[in-house]
Each structure stands twice: as C-alpha cells, then as structure tokens.
C-alpha cells in the first residue's frame, strides 16, 4: 500500500500510518489476498482450466479494483464465453485509461 486510504500520507509498507495511526494492517491482508488470486487466475491459464482461472480473476477483481485484476477477469470471460463481461470490464478498462 502506497498511500493511506485515510489521510494520504505516503506509505512504504508499514502496518501503521505514520501519519495518522490508522492500522493498515487488514487492508494489507486484502490487497496480499487479490495478490494470491491473481497468481492462481495466471496459473490456471497455463493448465487451460479456464472455470478456474475465471473463479480466481472474479475473486481478485472482487478484494482489489486493479487495471491488472479487471484485465485478467476480462480475458478469463472471454475463455468462459461470458461477453458481456468481457465488454463492461473492457469498456471500464478504456475509460480509465484511454491510451
């Protein structure tokens, strides 16, 4: 976590703001757990088990919003057949970042 979510002070991986003194530790736990996800959605890729992968990238995208979680969860509808949330996330990606 780079920032506090609380008062914006910057973070270098400390479980407390120094700043504000807010515990930082649970959201710690939840970005490590989008983390884990993400690396099961890519390893279930490689075994081309795409429910999986697809469980695993809606798990992620659920605990983290991240450009990186939304992609993944995207590519994994894809796989699944599910479109239409292929199209929304990609049309969420691309607003975001129009480059």
């Not at 504000?20 to 989008?34: Q, T």
């Not at 979680?69 to 599910?82: E, G, I, Q, S, T």
Request: glycine residues 4%; positive net charge.
């Amino acid at each position: 976590m780079e920032q506090c979510p609380s008062c914006g002070a910057s973070n270098k991986g400390e479980k407390t703001c120094r700043r504000c003194k807010l515990d930082l530790g649970p959201l710690m736990a939840v970005e490590e757990n989008a983390r884990i996800h993400i690396q099961q959605a890519f390893d279930a890729f490689e075994r081309q088990d795409s429910s999986e992968m697809l469980f695993h990238a809606r798990r992620a995208f659920s605990l983290k919003k991240s450009k990186t979680a939304a992609r993944l969860l995207a590519v994994a509808a894809v796989l699944n057949k599910d479109y239409d949330l292929a199209v929304s996330l990609w049309v969420r990606i691309l607003s975001r970042d129009p480059a």
